[in-house]
């Protein structure tokens, strides 16, 4: 019978390599496409065109700091290697700020370590994982943040809590509400700019009705809603956002809808699915990214 493994408290404060990644415009384009953006849409052509002063995805560094990550230095000394993080790792919950313009083609160096590690009462641990991205040619600043990364049943005895951040909704009705339907290729779209191929989501696992959206592609689409909402469609103008929990996965092709409130200089938001559209043979609104902080 195969046991799940024990993170190791000695990892907090584990730093790494720095880690160097590259993207063009071709790239930005392709992820704006995933996350929704389209010709269709007036406020977004001007992230779709082949502009060599446009700015770049938001989502490029963000996506640099998860390949990071990704790689073997980290998830060997995290949970003895990728294969074991696909089967038990999920990311929980996180946050960035957004320090600069993001070029539309450029090299990117992410600095990364674990700062704090801990567990749950039910015996999941949760590892913060934290990073700075900046724009390798030059130095400056790009992106800093954390994931506060989620191992099912991987805490060992005697392991401290550590809790992901708490966001208050308003329980009034949604100030703004954006409907999607979900394209059932969703998954490859995501994983061919951002080079996520986790086999869970393509691989329709026992138990589940379909392989899982990625979460950083619906953190994407929502980011695309608030810049189309907030900031005529200029996705820089978007300044920082903490996500508080990933509640529930999402299935292609269930419908999202995005909702937003609008509490003084912030934007809180939602991603759900509606209880009609589930395909997962639950009961009610299912809240797959929930406690969503915007400020721009």
Same mark, same amino acid.
Request: proline share 10%; with cysteine.
């Given at each position: 019978m195969m046991t799940d493994p024990k993170v190791s408290m000695d990892i907090a404060g584990r730093a790494f390599s720095d880690y160097e990644f590259e993207w063009d415009w071709q790239t930005t384009q392709l992820l704006s496409r995933a996350c929704g953006a389209s010709i269709r849409e007036?406020?977004?052509?001007?992230?779709?065109?082949?502009?060599?002063?446009?700015?770049?995805?938001?989502?490029?560094?963000?996506?640099?700091?998860?390949l990071a990550r990704n790689r073997d230095e980290v998830m060997d000394a995290l949970i003895g290697g990728y294969a074991t993080w696909q089967r038990v790792g999920r990311w929980g919950s996180g946050g960035a700020k957004f320090l600069g313009t993001i070029p539309q083609a450029g090299r990117g160096r992410v600095s990364s370590r674990i700062t704090e590690a801990g567990g749950t009462s039910k015996g999941h641990a949760l590892v913060r994982f934290n990073f700075e991205v900046a724009n390798a040619s030059n130095g400056a600043p790009l992106l800093e943040g954390w994931m506060l990364l989620f191992l099912l049943g991987c805490a060992p005895?005697?392991?401290?809590?550590?809790? %992901?951040?708490?966001?208050? *909704?308003?329980?009034?009705?949604? !100030?703004? #509400?954006?409907?999607?339907?979900?394209?059932?290729?969703?998954?490859?779209?995501?994983?061919?700019?951002?080079g996520d191929w986790n086999t869970t989501h393509f691989i329709q696992q026992a138990g589940n009705p379909a392989p899982l959206t990625h979460g950083p592609r619906n953190m994407g689409l929502v980011?695309?809603?608030?810049?189309?909402?907030?900031?005529?469609?200029?996705?820089?103008?978007?300044?920082?956002?903490?996500?508080?929990?990933?509640?529930?996965?999402h299935y292609p092709p269930e419908t999202t809808e995005t909702r937003f409130w609008n509490e003084d200089d912030r934007v809180?938001?939602?991603?759900?699915? %509606?209880?009609?559209?589930? *395909?997962?043979?639950?009961?009610? !609104?299912? #809240?797959?990214?929930?406690?969503?902080e915007l400020r721009f």
């Open positions: 007036e406020r977004d052509l001007h992230s779709l065109m082949k502009s060599s002063d446009g700015a770049g995805h938001p989502m490029v560094p963000f996506n640099g700091a998860l005895e005697g392991a401290g809590s550590l809790n %992901p951040p708490r966001i208050a *909704i308003p329980e009034r009705p949604a !100030d703004e #509400v954006v409907v999607h339907k979900t394209p059932l290729n969703v998954t490859f779209d995501w994983a061919v700019p951002s980011l695309q809603d608030a810049a189309r909402l907030f900031a005529e469609g200029h996705l820089e103008r978007i300044k920082e956002v903490t996500i508080g929990s990933l509640p529930a996965p809180l938001g939602r991603l759900v699915v %509606p209880a009609v559209n589930r *395909i997962d043979g639950g009961e009610g !609104d299912k #809240v797959c990214i929930d406690q969503i």
